[in-house]
C-alpha cells in the first residue's frame, strides 16, 4: 500500500481552507442550535431534512449531552412511545418491554441521532460555546448568537466574540437554558421570567415538556430540558422520549413559522 505523501504545511493548508469555507457559509443560517443533546440533535435531523440549513453549536467535543451518562452511569436509558418512531427511522435497535416502553443502548443512541443530523444536512461543531445572543428591534426580536471556542473561555482569557446570524436559535443546553438565561437577563423587554425546574415527576414532566417546547421570545425557542426550567415543569430522569418529541415539536415550529414567512414575502 502505497500511501499519499503530505507535507505538514500542506497539511494546515487544507485544514485551514476546508474550515474558513465552512465558518463563511455558516455564518448566515436559518436556524442556530445551541447544545447537541437529544433534543437538538433531533431538532436539527428534522429542520435539515426539511432543507432548512441547520447549524449546531456543542461547547464540548462529544454528542449526546446527557444521552451518555444514562442512570447513574450505566449504558441503557428508556424510551417510551411514539418516540419510538423516531428511533425506528434513524436505526436505533429496541428492546421491548410492557406498556409501549423500550430501552435502548446509549451509544448507539447517541451516534446514530447524530449522524442522521449530518447525513440530513446539519452542520455540527464542537468546542464553542453560545454566550450571548443577537437582537433587533421593531420588531424585538433574537437574530442570532455570539459565540466563542469553549478553550479560550476555560482559560480564563477575555476575547471577543464571533457573531452568527439566524432567524430562529433554539436553546437545547439542558438544565440551565443558558442562551435563554441570557437573553432575559440582558433583553428585559423580551419579557423572559424564568422560575426554575421543579422535582422529578417523570409521568407528568414527558407530557408537559413536549406540549410547552417552542417559542418563548421573537426568533427565541426552548427544546428539551430547558422547557423544564423556562416552564417550571419537573425534572423526568433518564426517560428520553420527550426530549426527541421535544425537538421535533420545535423543528417542526420553526418550518411552519419559516415556510409561511417565505409564502407571504
Known amino acids: 500500500m502505497n500511501i499519499k505523501q503530505v ?43 426539511a432543507g432548512l ?12 449531552g446527557g444521552i451518555g451518562g444514562g ?10 412511545s411514539p ?37 440530513a444536512g446539519a452542520k455540527i461543531i464542537h468546542g464553542v460555546t453560545v454566550d450571548d445572543v443577537i437582537f433587533r428591534e421593531n420588531p424585538l426580536r433574537v437574530t442570532g448568537v455570539a459565540v466563542e471556542w469553549t478553550a ?18 433554539i436553546d437545547a443546553t439542558g438544565h440551565d437554558a ?6 432575559s437577563r440582558k433583553i428585559p423587554e423580551l419579557g423572559i421570567v424564568i422560575p ?11 407530557q408537559l415538556t413536549v406540549e410547552q417546547s417552542g417559542e418563548v421570545a421573537p426568533g427565541l425557542y426552548a427544546a428539551g430540558m430547558a422547557v423544564t426550567e423556562v416552564k417550571a415543569l419537573p425534572r423526568m430522569g433518564p426517560i428520553f422520549g420527550a426530549m426527541i418529541l421535544s425537538g421535533k415539536k420545535v423543528a417542526d415550529d420553526i418550518i411552519e413559522k419559516l415556510n409561511l414567512k417565505v409564502r407571504n414575502t
Not at 469555507?21 to 431534512?49: H, Q, R, T
Open 7 to 49: 507535507d505538514e504545511v500542506k497539511i494546515t493548508k487544507y485544514i485551514l481552507k476546508a474550515t474558513f469555507d465552512d465558518w463563511m457559509s455558516f455564518s448566515e443560517n436559518d436556524v442556530v442550535i445551541v447544545g447537541a443533546g437529544p433534543s437538538g440533535l433531533a431538532a436539527a435531523y428534522y429542520l435539515a431534512k
Open 83 to 119: 418516540a419510538d418512531e423516531i428511533l425506528k427511522e434513524i436505526g436505533v435497535k429496541l428492546q421491548k418491554f410492557e406498556d409501549g416502553v423500550f430501552a435502548v443502548d446509549s451509544a448507539q443512541f447517541m451516534a446514530k441521532l447524530a449522524s442522521a443530523a449530518i447525513d
Open 178 to 183: 443558558e442562551v435563554i438565561s441570557v437573553a
Open 53 to 64: 440549513k441547520t447549524t449546531v453549536f456543542e461547547r464540548r467535543l462529544s454528542f449526546g
Open 196 to 206: 426554575g425546574e421543579k422535582s422529578a415527576y417523570s409521568e407528568m414532566a414527558e
Open 71 to 80: 442512570a447513574m452511569l450505566f449504558h441503557k436509558i428508556i424510551i417510551e
Open 152 to 169: 479560550t473561555q476555560m482559560a480564563g482569557l477575555h476575547v471577543d466574540p464571533l457573531f452568527i446570524s439566524a432567524k430562529a436559535v
